[in-house]
């Protein structure tokens, strides 16, 4: 009987150790909870005192995968995933093409709104015709999005439009830079883009911040295309 008791006694200890583990995990679940459509107002990218939210954010996405998707579908046509699935052994460059997919946007994000920033406070702007060429560049992409990806940033002409803006700003300036030396192509390739040596010493003079939670949630080959 004694015997019987204490398996009783071990068995609620058990349920309710068991019963805590389980609502712990409940409440760090739902702490840690991510719904795409449900965070697009959310700032994931601080550039300064520039916050990108994770919809402005969408339009780096779709660069990215749109990119990558043309050689996932000569990789596997039936099966473009498969292609962002793979395991990429490339020196520094090592990882998953999903993953690595993400640090590229993210890079090309903050390079531009950091190249915008400085276009400003050197008081360059886009001239009338520049913003009348990002105006029909919007429109065309934006008449061109597939449904999934309308569904998915939920853009529309005109937010698409400002991103874009500040795109066409930063690339100005970079431009305008890489001219200075005589050599552009060459000098935007080591000095002014991403890994650029100026660039990663520009960067320093602005306080940016990545919401790696947010970032590390967003799976490549996913989000926009198939």
Known sequence: ??????????????LAVLFLVMAGYAVYAHMNRFVFDESLSDVIITVGEREITLKEFTYYIMQVEETGQQAALLYNEENPLEYWGLYMNEGEKAGYISDLARIAATDYCIRDYV??????RNGISLTEEERAVVLENA??????????QRETTTFTREELILVMETEALAHKYMVMLANETGHP?????????VNGTYYEELKLQYDIVVDERVIEKLRFGHITIN
């Open 115 to 120: 190249y915008a920033a400085e276009a400003v």
């Open 139 to 148: 429109t065309y992409a934006w008449e061109h999005m597939t449904e999934k």
């Open 185 to 193: 192509l060459e000098a935007i390739s080591t000095e002014y883009d």
């Open 1 to 14: 009987m004694r015997k019987l008791k204490k398996e009783v006694k071990e068995l609620l200890v058990f």
